[in-house]
């Protein structure tokens, strides 16, 4: 069916109503956050789907102007420089375009008070709803407090005890994989360079992989140091305290994530010690890069992408007014040439 344009070559409403055989009016419905469950769902993805061919855009400042929304939703990470964050920002975006609704993104370099500033700029700037993938244990009371003047996801960053909605990661089981790797190597002695404390997908990984190691009778070496930063940095400076602690040298290395396994990478290097002939490494996340380097880092692969989109389905139900249910979603172990049998 031929659709017809406006002279300046734009789609109205009207143009995707005629093109998908519905009235104007479901065609409203179908691309409103608030109403869209009042569409058929074979129904409601025709419409999207017309409109997506078609290049049809709703009048967002008309559809403010109506509703008392700005068509815009907060998302906050920790670093933008942090390669994890990429795939999250673009299967959330994939997920909210749907809706007519743009993110506007910022960055807290991991510090509580330019979190609280940039919750103050988002609620000033009556943005929609927040993304959070950036929180901290010390954070929850001022992000309840703001999830009670928006709807707010938690994403990434499990954070305990809280009544927001959140989208995880099983991280315990992502602990597990790890050290159940090392044990069917032939590992014996392990050891842990942990991420802070206070970021909860932390302390869970080193729980899974301590509970692993307990049942399976391997010797965990237990360093007093944690990283305070998830950072090339701190996976570096605690791999110097490994090696400088005067203990028996464990033959697998576990970093909470690839850029503290990348840290402890160079300085074992610097060391003389040869991975993965003299010890295996394996990292958390599955950045792009890790496949790359020297040796290619086995690592723990964290569902970024699934993870982005989930966040946006959470978005949307609460925009419609809906409860959803937590999202829990799993991880998977990628071996590389980072890890041998022993």
């Given amino acids: ?27 409203s419905r179908a691309l409103d956050p608030r109403q869209r469950n009042r569409v058929k769902e074979p129904t409601r993805l025709r419409i999207v789907d017309t409109a997506h061919r078609l290049g049809y855009r709703p009048h967002l400042v008309a559809r403010g102007l109506q509703s008392g929304r700005t068509a815009t939703v907060g998302v906050i990470v920790a670093d933008l420089g942090n390669s994890f964050i990429t795939p999250i920002i673009h299967g959330l975006t994939n997920s909210i375009e749907t809706l007519g609704l743009v993110p506007m993104i910022a960055e807290t370099e991991d510090d509580h008070d330019r979190l609280a500033v940039i919750l103050e700029h988002m609620v000033s700037r009556r943005v929609d709803a927040l993304v959070v993938a950036a929180a901290r244990s010390g954070d929850r009371e001022i992000l309840e407090s703001v999830g009670r003047l928006l709807p707010t996801v938690i994403a990434a960053r499990p954070l305990a005890g809280t009544t927001l909605s959140q989208v995880t990661h099983d991280d315990v089981l992502g602990g597990r994989l790890a050290a159940e790797h090392f044990h069917r190597l032939g590992h014996r002695l392990v050891v842990q360079l942990r991420g802070p404390d206070d970021v909860g997908n932390f302390p869970l990984r080193g729980t899974g992989f301590s509970d692993y ?8 070496l237990e360093l007093p140091q944690r990283g305070r930063a998830p950072s090339e940095e701190e ?7 490994l090696l400088s602690a005067g203990r028996p040298l ?12 990348v840290g402890a990478l160079s300085v074992f290097r610097d060391a003389g ?9 394996a990292g958390y996340n599955d950045l792009p890069m890790v496949g790359l380097i020297d040796p290619p880092l086995t690592t723990v692969r964290y569902p970024s992408m699934e993870l982005g989109r989930a966040a946006g389905e959470m ?7 809906g409860s959803p249910a937590d999202r829990f979603l799993k991880p998977t172990l ?3 040439a980072s890890t041998r049998a022993l």
């Fill in 1 to 27: 069916m031929a659709t017809r344009r406006r002279p300046n070559g734009s789609v109205t409403l009207f143009d995707v109503a005629l093109e998908a055989g519905v009235h104007p009016s479901t065609v």
């Fill in 213 to 220: 190691c307990r049942r399976a009778k391997v010797d965990e």
């Fill in 235 to 241: 996976g570096a400076r605690l791999a110097d305290f």
């Fill in 250 to 261: 464990p033959t697998g290395v576990f970093a909470h994530n690839d850029l503290m396994a």
């Fill in 273 to 281: 010690i040869n991975v993965p002939g003299t010890l295996s490494l």
């Fill in 315 to 321: 978005l949307s139900q609460l925009l419609s007014g």
């Fill in 334 to 336: 990628v071996v590389r």
